[in-house]
């Protein structure tokens, strides 16, 4: 079965930072490009950060650039954002999600072949 699984939320202190992971199972995540997406209650889906197959070209979404850092370790079969500084709004569900072909787009949902099923952050005092 292919499949991703995050792992890795949880609660947190505002300023505090949690390590995401995103683990493949039966399939590499080799060549596959990987982005972090999340979901807050009520609001629509925001994709976050973006790493490339080839891991050389990455992207953050304003809300996150600088606090935010995603990596991958191919021989691991796995990407992680590691995420600092979080304050409350960064609340939400984490999903990872991938894809092997070309897009001219970083976080549009229907380029992604593989979402995993999520994992909650919660950033609260």
């Known amino acids: 079965q292919l499949q991703l699984v995050e792992s890795g939320g949880g609660l947190v202190q505002p300023g505090g930072s949690l390590r995401l992971s995103c683990a493949a199972s039966?399939?590499?995540?080799?060549?596959?490009?990987i982005a972090w997406f999340r979901q807050a209650p009520g609001k629509e889906r925001e994709g976050i950060s973006y790493?490339?197959?080839?891991?050389?070209?990455?992207n953050y979404a304003d809300s996150v650039k600088g606090r935010f850092t995603i990596s991958r370790d191919d021989a691991k079969n796995a990407v992680y954002l590691q995420m600092n500084n979080l304050k409350p709004e960064d609340t939400a569900v984490y999903y990872c999600?991938?894809?092997?072909?070309?897009?001219?787009?970083?976080?549009?949902?229907?380029?992604?072949?593989?979402w995993g099923q999520g994992t909650q952050v919660t950033v609260s005092s």
């Open positions: 039966g399939f590499s995540l080799e060549l596959y490009a």
């Open positions: 999600a991938a894809y092997d072909h070309y897009s001219s787009y970083y976080y549009r949902p229907d380029d992604y072949d593989y």
């Open positions: 790493i490339s197959g080839s891991g050389t070209n990455t």
